[in-house]
């Protein structure tokens, strides 16, 4: 298990490092909140979308395809989210439901969860992880722009202004755009796609840089009950109670280490991102994202290591 936990860090590590070069940065009077605010914006509007769009469009729909596991996973998914949301429903402050939800729930799976399953499993693993991720790319945006439509500071919850949120998000916006290129394989001239992988680049750098200039002891200190239940549901609990369903649905060996890893990756950059776009506590987002980062080398090691032990790998 050695190896896996060395693998595990080489992916967890550069997250930090970015981080740490957004703390940095700050101190040192080169970014400040404008730049954060406008950066953030750029991530969300343009970027990301971009990212997305582009992931979308260069995977391969037909490789790997299990519509039972895709099943099991979106259903997961779905699930794991009301359980958070309920969880939140006493758990937390109105305003920061949105927030605390979209923590507990959402992975970053096309960095954390691909790299993973690719690094563990091979070409396998980066054939089934990517379709995988491809999938769950538009219900984890849909969810999270439905929960931070409903709590968002100034939101009027109604069925019609949740719904244009959701139609209106730039991220969902970037894969339903690259949903017909795929399906009908419409290639796109090499300069475009060249140029759209160079501004797609800046997406996760940017995001991290933003995050860690946005950290502070005293954000630590006023956040972290509510960060650390969070990241304890994204970690531990939700991923437990997942993978626990894979067994029973019949889920063995590769199949179930893949749902494993991609149920135990942290939680991604992007709920940072869109709950800054919103103006929800940006500030929690971003703590949720550095503490179950940090506790990903343990966690995910030690949930294979379990998984392994039983058999069921």
Not at 82 to 106: E, K, M, N, S
Request: with cysteine; glycine share 8%; charged share 5%.
């Amino acid at each position: 298990m050695l190896s896996v936990a060395v693998q595990t860090l080489g992916v967890t590590a550069p997250v930090f490092v970015m981080l740490f070069v957004g703390i940095a940065l700050k101190r040192l009077g080169w970014i400040d909140a404008a730049f954060i605010q406008t950066a953030s914006a750029l991530v969300f509007n343009a970027t990301m979308p971009t990212l997305l769009f582009i992931s979308i469009i260069k995977a391969d729909l037909d490789a790997a395809l299990q519509p039972s596991l895709l099943i099991y996973y979106v259903i997961a998914t779905v699930t794991t989210f009301f359980l958070a949301w309920a969880w939140a429903l006493w758990r937390c402050p109105h305003a920061d439901r949105g927030v605390y939800v979209q923590g507990a729930f959402r992975g970053n799976n096309g960095i954390v969860g691909l790299a993973l399953a690719t690094s563990l499993y091979g070409d396998y693993g980066l054939s089934l992880g990517g379709v995988l991720a491809g999938v769950v790319i538009l219900l984890y945006n849909s969810l999270s722009a439905l929960i931070l439509a409903i709590y968002s500071p100034g939101a009027r919850a109604s069925a019609g202004s949740i719904l244009l949120s959701i139609l209106r998000n730039p991220l969902i916006i970037g894969v339903t755009a690259a949903i017909p290129f795929a399906y009908l394989q419409i290639p796109l001239p090499d300069w475009l796609m060249t140029s759209g992988q160079y501004f797609a680049q800046m997406t996760l750098p940017l995001a991290l840089i933003c995050i860690g200039g946005t950290l502070s002891l005293s954000v630590l200190r006023e956040s972290s009950g509510m960060a650390i239940s969070a990241s304890l549901m994204k970690m531990v609990w939700l991923p437990a109670l997942a993978t626990a369903g894979a067994w029973l649905v019949g889920f063995r060996g590769a199949e179930l280490g893949i749902l494993f890893l991609y149920f135990a990756s942290p939680t991604a950059s992007a709920s940072f991102v869109m709950a800054r776009a919103v103006n929800a506590n940006h500030q929690l987002a971003a703590i949720i994202i550095v503490i179950t980062t940090l506790m990903a080398a343990l966690s995910i090691n030690l949930g294979l290591l379990l998984l392994g032990w039983l058999g069921w790998l």
